[in-house]
Structure formats: C-alpha cells, structure tokens
C-alpha cells in the first residue's frame, strides 16, 4: 500500500496528525499492546463472574452386596446455588435428594428398605472476622484482576504515548531531509550553471583553468551530496513505513525553509503538572501500583484473624413436607483458625513496605515530572527562538548567494566568494530544519510526560 502525506508548508501539521492516526492504527506493536488489554478485560470479566450467582451440581452411585448375597444400590443428588452479597456474605440455596433400592430378589421384608428423601435448604453465611470478606481469597482475587487490566491498560496506554513521539520525531526529521535534498537539487542545478560559466569565462580568458576545476569539483561534490541525501531520505521514509506497517509513504516537495513557530501553545506549568498527574503514565502507574499493594495488604492483615462464620438456614422434606410451612429453622457459629506462621507474617510485612515504598516513589515521580516539565518549557522556548533566528539567516544566506551567483557571471564575485556563500546557504538549510525538528521533539516529550498529547488533538484515550 502506498501512503502519500500531502504537505506544504501550509498543511505539515495536518499531515503530521494524518500520519499519526496512521501509524496509531497500523502499527504492529501496538495491535499487540491492544489485544494484551483485551485479554487482560477478559480475565477481569472472568473473575468478576465469582461475585455473581454461583451454580453446582454434585451426584454419587453407590451399590453394596453383602455376604447374604443382598444388593443395595443408591443414589444422591445435590443442586445448589449461591451469591455473594456486599456484606462478605453468601445467600444460598440447596436442594438435594436420596434414592435407595434393594434388589427385589430378596425375601419380601427387605423390600421395605427402599426410600427416597428429598430436602431444600436455603441459608445465608456472614463472616464477622476477617474484615466482613476482605479477607476473603474470592474478593482478593477479584481486585488483583482488576489492578490487573489498569496496568494493562495504563501499559498500553504509555506504550502508545511513545509512539506518538517516535512517529512525530522520525516525521519532522523525513521532512527535513525532503527539503534538504530539495535544496541539494537546487544546489547541483547552481554548480553546473557555474561550472558552464567557469568555462566561458576560461575560454574567454577571464578565468584560469583552476578556476574550472574547482567549479567542475564543487559540481562533484553537490552530486555527491545530493545522492546521501536521497539515500537518507529513502531510509527516512522506509522508517516512517514501518513505523506504520505500510508498503511506503510519499513525501512531497516542500519549500526549503521551515516555518517560523508562532510560540509555545502549551498551558501554564502550574496546569501542566495538575495534568501530569491525572494523565501522565508514570504517575498513573505508580498510582494503579498502590492501589494493589493497598488491596494486598488489606488480605494479609485480615486473613490472619480466625474465621468466625454465623450462619441461618432453614430447611424442608420433600416430599411429604410442605414447603410453605413445614421448616426446620436453625443458627450456628462456625469457628476455623488457622495460626499465621512465619511466612505469612512476613508477606504481611513485605506487603506494608512494598506499599509505603510505592507510596514514596509516587511523590518522587510527581517532582520528577515537574523538574521535567520546567526543562521541556524551557529548552522549547530556546529552540524556538533559535529556529526563528536559523529562518532569518537562511533567508539572508539565500539572498546572499543569490546576488554572489549573479556577481560572478557578471565577473565581479569571485569563485571562492561564491563556493562561501553556498556553503553557508546549504549549512544554514540544515541547521534551520533541525530547530524545527528540536522543536517538534520537545513538544512530542511534554506530550509524551504530561499524557496530553492525545487530548490536544481531540482523541478520547480513556478507559470506558
């Protein structure tokens, strides 16, 4: 597939957030980093099932034959259902039943032993230790699920944030050799038209033959030039492709100089660390990474204390029983402990530094993202100054070069005097392109840091 980003100078931007949404869509990594987070929601989802009704089956055969040559054969059957409520508690319900027979071979009296029993049962199970369920293996396991997917989520999400600003960097840069090479184009059409002159003027005998071989050199080294240029440019674009997992990308010509940043659009400081820290991935992370150690925690301390279960049921024969009045109401207190050993002890212990050690790190990210932010806003604001002043030389290096090239085919400029000015102009190409490729870094890192590259260009990356 080919890929044509249609730019001037006018719509580079547009361009660049066309690319963007390319690369976001197509590339491979982060399809992965996508299906990862599915299949974490899947878990998620899975887990969650365990806080819902809960459904079982259980069955038993069972025969005899004694020594009397009796067989007896029997069956039991139990269905049963539940549900977890938010007390820590389990509402249930149970209906089971017995069937025995003996074999109808044997003398009449043993006939009178076959029975069948019915019974429903329902009752409801409160922890009052252990936190009421927080201590619970069920509910610990569903809050891991949970941080789980935030990380996955958050992963993918820091995962995306990079190659926003791998893309917007190899971007700005295959730019910037686009017109490179476009101004090399124009720099070996220059070199020839000099050289063609050079060799008027010899045979004229207004220059020397060294003079035409110095042009004839400059010529060779602008060709020269001009394939590296295009060999980067290649290599440029086969980079942006892949980034995006496209067949190739087509980049226009554009003029030869940038554009002149019209100043930093970014919030205050003050507002862009509050956005650090609702949007950025570390902070984010490190956040998502106290909430399970906080959750860790909470189950090591409670799961150390007895479990001490009441429970209320009722229950009803069936058949001959009637279900409306008929029950058999009861209560009892379960008590099961088992003593926390040392490893135990320890987990909880390790849960409770790990958690205050998360806990200092969070704070120490939201400094360092500030100090980060201060840099950025501060180097951008250098680098657009120095892209403004690059421009207003490149301009007055091209005028320059432009009046030695008309000097010296007027013969009043002489050929070093122009091979300066070239070099200069061709230098100060350069150099403009790569402040405003310093530019766009810097912008793409605040982005990257803060978490707001996607908000500014109208996308929703939040977790519905």
């Known amino acids: 597939m080919l890929v044509s980003i249609v730019a001037g100078n006018s719509s580079l931007e547009l361009a660049e957030s ?87 071979d044997n003398a009449p009296p043993l006939r009178s032993l076959d029975r069948d029993t019915a019974s429903l049962t329902v009752s409801f199970k409160q922890p009052f230790l252990q936190g009421f369920g927080n201590g619970s293996p069920t509910l610990y396991q569903v809050r891991q699920a949970q941080v789980a997917r935030k990380t996955r989520f958050l992963s993918a999400n820091g995962a995306g944030l990079s190659l926003l600003q791998q893309a917007r960097v190899a971007f700005w840069n295959l730019i910037g050799a686009a017109a490179t090479v476009q101004a090399q184009i124009q720099d070996s059409a220059r070199t020839a038209r000099i050289l063609q002159a050079s060799r008027i003027q010899y045979k004229s005998g207004s220059a020397s033959a ?15 030039s001009l394939v590296q240029g295009r060999t980067t440019l290649r290599e440029g674009k086969r980079s942006l492709a892949t980034l995006a997992n496209v067949d190739s990308v087509s980049v226009p010509v554009v003029d030869s100089l940038p554009t002149v940043e019209a100043g930093s659009a970014f919030p205050t400081l003050d507002a862009l660390v509050e956005s650090a820290q609702a949007h950025a991935i570390d902070l984010a992370q490190a956040q998502v990474k106290i909430e399970g150690l906080q ?90 100054e120095q892209l403004a002043l690059s421009v207003e030389l490149a301009a007055l290096q091209r005028a320059r070069l432009n009046a030695s090239e008309v000097g010296y085919a007027a013969g009043s400029v002489s050929l070093i005097d122009l091979q300066s000015a070239r070099s200069d102009w061709m230098n100060a190409v350069t150099s403009s392109w790569q402040s405003k490729a310093q530019v766009k870094a810097l912008e793409a890192e605040l982005e990257t840091r803060t978490g707001i590259g996607p908000a500014r260009r109208g996308w929703i990356w939040e977790e519905k």
């Open 210 to 224: 060294l003079d035409t071989l110095t042009a004839r050199a400059n010529h060779g080294k602008a060709l020269v």
């Open 18 to 104: 066309a690319y963007l949404e390319l690369a976001l869509r197509g590339n491979l990594s982060h399809q992965a980093d996508s299906l990862d987070l599915a299949a974490a929601r899947e878990t998620e989802a899975a887990t969650r099932t365990l806080l819902g009704p809960q459904a079982k089956l259980a069955g038993t055969l069972a025969g005899t034959n004694d020594l009397d040559g009796k067989t007896v054969g029997s069956a039991t059957g139990t269905a049963s259902v539940s549900q977890w409520v938010p007390t820590g508690g389990a509402l249930g319900a149970a209906l089971s039943g017995t069937s025995s027979r003996t074999d109808p």
């Open 295 to 384: 959750n860790e925690v909470g189950y090591r301390r409670w799961s150390r204390l007895p479990k001490l279960d009441g429970t209320v049921y009722g229950a009803t024969s069936l058949p001959g029983g009637n279900p409306a009045k008929d029950w058999m109401v009861g209560a009892r207190v379960d008590l099961d402990w088992d003593l926390p050993n040392g490893v135990e002890r320890a987990k909880y212990r390790t849960a409770l530094l790990d958690l205050r050690a998360a806990q200092l790190r969070r704070k120490a990210a939201i400094n360092e993202v500030r100090h980060q932010i201060e840099r950025i806003l501060d180097a951008h604001g250098s680098a657009t």
